[in-house]
C-alpha cells in the first residue's frame, strides 16, 4: 500500500491483485440506518466479496450502553476478532454495500484498537460488482487467530471531552450529518433526539467529500472542502455525525491529508442531542 493516500484507502484493481495473499483478510462492514430499509446481514448472506467476513457494528460494540454501537472494550473486540479469524500482523481491507458508508466506521474502530495496516475498499461493493468481479454468496468460516487490541485512547473524544473543547476552542469539532440537521429544519432519525447542533461546531457533510458514484474525491477536492470551512492538516479536529459512524469519514478523509489529530466523538448527535444538559443551537449561530 505505498503512498499516503493507498495506506488508508485501495482501489478494486488493488484488492482483485492482492485476494490470494495469505497475510490478506477482507471484512463486510455495512450498517445502514432504518429508513434506508436494508439488512446488512442478508445481503451478506446474498453476495459478498469472496472470502469476506462480516463485522456486526451493532454487535461488535458496547452492548450495556443506550447508545448506539458505541465502541466495544478491548478484550470483547479482542475476542470477536479471533473469531472472525482476525489476527495480529494481517492487513485488513474494509468496504461496505453503499459505496463508502459504514466502512469507514469499522477502519477506524480497528485504528483505535491498534491496528495500523487497515484500509477501506474505495467505492466499496458497488463498485466491484459494476466491474463484474466475483463475489459469492453464505458465511466464511476462518480459523481462529490471536488478536491483540490496543486501545488508543487519543482517537475517541465523549461529551465531556466535546464540551471543553467547545469552550477553549483548540479542538475544531466538526459535524458530518446533513445540513438540515444539522441547523434543526430536518427532522432526527431517532426518536427523543432533539435537532440542531453544538455551539461553535461546524459542519461538512460526510456526502459532499464523495464523487456521484460514491468513492472519495481526489486529494485536491477533499482539501479544498475542509480548507474552505477553515481546517487543515495541522488542526486538531473532533469529528460527530448522528451516531458515529460517518464521522469516521471525515477522519479518513483527514488521515488521508495527512492530519493525525482527528477524532471521532463515539456518542455522537444520539448522545448530545439526546441530553437536555448538553447546550444546542437551532439554525444559525
Not at 447508545?67 to 475476542?79: D, G, Q
Not at 484500509?119 to 487467530?145: C, H, S, T
Not at 472519495?216 to 475542509?226: H, T, Y
Request: charged share 25%.
Amino acid at each position: 500500500m505505498a503512498g499516503e493516500r493507498a495506506q488508508f484507502l485501495v482501489s478494486t484493481d488493488w484488492l482483485a491483485e492482492h485476494m490470494s495473499a495469505p497475510d490478506l483478510v477482507v471484512v463486510d462492514g455495512s450498517w445502514y440506518l432504518p429508513p434506508m430499509n436494508r439488512d446488512p446481514k442478508a445481503e451478506y448472506r446474498e453476495n459478498h466479496i469472496p472470502g469476506a467476513v462480516f463485522f456486526d457494528i451493532d454487535e461488535i460494540a458496547d452492548t450495556t450502553s443506550d447508545l448506539p454501537h458505541m465502541l466495544p472494550r478491548p478484550e470483547k473486540f479482542s475476542s470477536r476478532m479471533r473469531k472472525l479469524g482476525i489476527g495480529d500482523g494481517q492487513r485488513i481491507v474494509v468496504y461496505d454495500g453503499a459505496g463508502l458508508y459504514s466502512a469507514a466506521r469499522v477502519w477506524w474502530t480497528f485504528r483505535v484498537m491498534g491496528v495500523a495496516d487497515v484500509a477501506v475498499l474505495d467505492g466499496g461493493l458497488p463498485k466491484w460488482l459494476a466491474e463484474d468481479r466475483p463475489v459469492e454468496a453464505g458465511p466464511v468460516r476462518r480459523q481462529e487467530r490471536h488478536f491483540t487490541a490496543r486501545l488508543d485512547h487519543g482517537a475517541v473524544r465523549d461529551a465531556d471531552d466535546v464540551l471543553r473543547s467547545l469552550k477553549n476552542g483548540y479542538e475544531t469539532v466538526l459535524d458530518a450529518r446533513p445540513a438540515g440537521r444539522f441547523a434543526g429544519t430536518e427532522p432526527e432519525p431517532r426518536e427523543g433526539v432533539r435537532g440542531g447542533h453544538m455551539p461553535g461546531s461546524l459542519n461538512l457533510p460526510w456526502d459532499a467529500l464523495l464523487t456521484e458514484d460514491g468513492v472519495l474525491k481526489d486529494n485536491a477536492d477533499l482539501k479544498s472542502a475542509f480548507e474552505a470551512i477553515g481546517v487543515n492538516r495541522r488542526t486538531p479536529v473532533v469529528t460527530s455525525c448522528g451516531s458515529g459512524v460517518t464521522a469516521a469519514i471525515l477522519v479518513l478523509a483527514l488521515q488521508i491529508l495527512g492530519n493525525r489529530q482527528a477524532s471521532v466523538y463515539d456518542g455522537s448527535w444520539s448522545e448530545w442531542g439526546g441530553r437536555d444538559d448538553l447546550p444546542v443551537v437551532v439554525g444559525e449561530e
